[in-house]
């Protein structure tokens, strides 16, 4: 069983076009992430939810919109795609309190052309 | 706020000699520690993690990492390393106790490659 699974892996689309790209992890989390990879592989983290609720909101543009149906769920969804977004996106889920480590998705490669 | 320096952007090594990759962090305590490993094209898979008592901890595939806080370091170690190890490693981390309302912060990883 995949602990933290992403869909789809690739994704590949125009500008101007929105896209989602989902989450779900069976661990038993209550905090999940999303990460951006740019193409110098630096990790930065974009949002993160607690038990559904925005705990971090970094510098995003407000085209990124994060939405969490239930703890085991963060979806990401990106309105008027532009290049500057291609990258690998990860997904990762932890507890947030206590001896504990993040759990990350393979990540999702989206390129805009 | 808190950081992550991994000096070493690129380190070639040939199979079977010994690996160190460096790692200084920046944070007003001792935080959680960890060590990321990036296959080509693969996702972030841990690799050891440090919360607290022995300060030499063993992790997966022979690697270890000894954290030295007089340093605030965190280097990663192999005595031998296979070709299989060539990957991207991110040395990682998190406020003491947890994660709360901080986030898992990233070095900006030190790329192996490894020679015959």
């Known amino acids: 069983d995949t602990a933290v699974s992403q869909t789809p892996k690739y994704l590949v689309t125009q500008m101007g076009n929105d896209k989602s790209i989902k989450c779900e992890q069976n661990l038993g989390h209550d905090t999940m992430y999303w990460y951006k990879q740019d193409s110098k592989k630096f990790l930065k983290i974009m949002f993160s939810?607690?038990?559904?609720?925005?705990?971090i909101n970094e510098t995003v543009p407000n085209r990124f919109s994060p939405k969490s149906p239930d703890k085991a769920h963060l979806n990401l969804h990106i309105n008027s795609l532009e290049l500057g977004d291609s990258a690998v996106y990860f997904c990762?889920?932890?507890?947030?309190?206590?001896?504990?480590?993040?759990?990350f998705g393979q990540g999702t490669r989206l390129t805009v052309v | 706020a808190q950081s992550v320096t991994q000096p070493d952007i690129h380190i070639t090594v040939s199979e079977g000699a010994s690996l160190e990759l460096r790692c200084n962090y920046s944070?007003?305590?001792?935080?959680?520690l960890f060590w990321y490993v990036q296959s080509p094209g693969q996702g972030l898979q841990l690799l050891l993690k440090?919360?607290?008592?022995?300060?030499l901890v063993q992790g997966i595939k022979g690697f270890e990492a000894e954290f030295k806080r007089s340093q605030s370091s965190f280097n990663l170690r192999k005595p031998s390393v296979h070709w299989s190890d060539a990957a991207e490693y991110f040395c990682?981390?998190?406020?003491?106790?947890?994660?709360?309302?901080?986030?898992?912060?990233f070095g900006t990883g030190t790329r192996l490659t490894i020679i015959p």
């Open positions: 990682a981390v998190a406020p003491l106790g947890g994660f709360g309302n901080e986030k898992l912060t």
């Open positions: 939810y607690n038990n559904k609720e925005l705990i």
């Open positions: 944070y007003g305590a001792t935080p959680y």
């Open positions: 440090y919360f607290s008592g022995d300060t």
């Open positions: 990762a889920s932890s507890h947030i309190q206590g001896d504990t480590e993040a759990f």
